[in-house]
């Protein structure tokens, strides 16, 4: 779809439906540290078409995540989050570049299965067997990075393994959002500088930020009221879901 023929385009009900699955998708992620981009994506693709998705979608996660940081930062783990970003960020910059190359179908079954791996691991081995040291931090931080300049849904990756660093509550969703809104930054600036981020759809994307923002003080509200062991349930089911969710759509890709 051409850019000019978005907001021409646009009902009022789709315009209400985008607002829904942005605020939703917000409160999603501000919850459990992901799934909310997914979710999101089922509601922009058809209005953007899917060779924009992903340029659009930096822009609106970026926003999202300016106020994950804003509600969520002060609990981060900025140790943490800086081994993650040495790596990540550079690696970002090549998926970025590459993105529309990539078998998403292949990608999509090794996280799903990564994920759907560790949750009942980590429950049968308990936690201590899953502690990431700093070599693996700057791994899974590599691969993160790469996967995120290509697809949506990387905080698949990410999450498990902050968990695993013994990170629970507010401290995983922050340090998460500190991570994210690096990786958007750059993500935002290597699609600019490969003109696949016109004018257009960052107005379109900003739109949709807009509307998810508020979402973020909603899952604050709800943590700070939670405990951790119903959080990280909470946190275990999603990724149970998306888990088996990549999965099938790598096979049926």
Not at 145 to 150: K, L
């Amino acid at each position: 779809m051409p850019d000019a023929a978005i907001f021409e385009s646009l009902s009022a009900v789709e315009i209400v439906w985008l607002a829904i699955a942005a605020f939703a998708g917000s409160v999603t992620a501000g919850l459990s540290g992901m799934g909310g981009g997914m979710l999101l994506a089922v509601a922009v693709a058809p209005v953007v078409g899917i060779d924009a998705l992903i340029p659009v979608m930096t822009v609106a996660m970026f926003l999202n995540h300016i106020a994950r940081v804003m509600a969520f930062g002060a609990d981060a783990q900025w140790e943490t989050a800086g081994k993650i970003m040495l790596t990540a960020l550079p690696l970002t910059v090549v998926g970025a570049t590459v993105y529309s190359a990539l078998p998403g179908d292949i990608v999509a079954v090794v996280i799903g299965t990564f994920v759907l791996v560790f949750v009942p691991g980590r429950r049968l081995l308990g936690s201590a067997a899953w502690n990431v040291s700093t070599p693996g931090l700057l791994g899974v931080g590599s691969i993160f990075g790469f996967v995120s300049g290509t697809a949506i849904g990387a905080g698949m990756l990410i999450i498990p393994v902050l968990l695993g660093s013994g990170l629970t509550g507010a401290a995983l969703i922050g340090t998460d959002a500190i991570i994210g809104l690096a990786v958007l930054i750059v993500k935002g600036i290597t699609f600019g500088t490969l003109s696949v981020l016109t004018a257009q759809l960052t107005i379109f994307g900003v739109a949709v930020g807009l509307f998810a923002m508020p979402g973020v003080w909603l899952a604050r509200w709800i943590i700070k009221r939670s405990s951790v062991r119903v959080h990280t349930l909470f946190i275990e089911a999603v990724l149970l879901a998306g888990g088996a969710s990549f999965v099938w759509r790598g096979l049926t890709y």
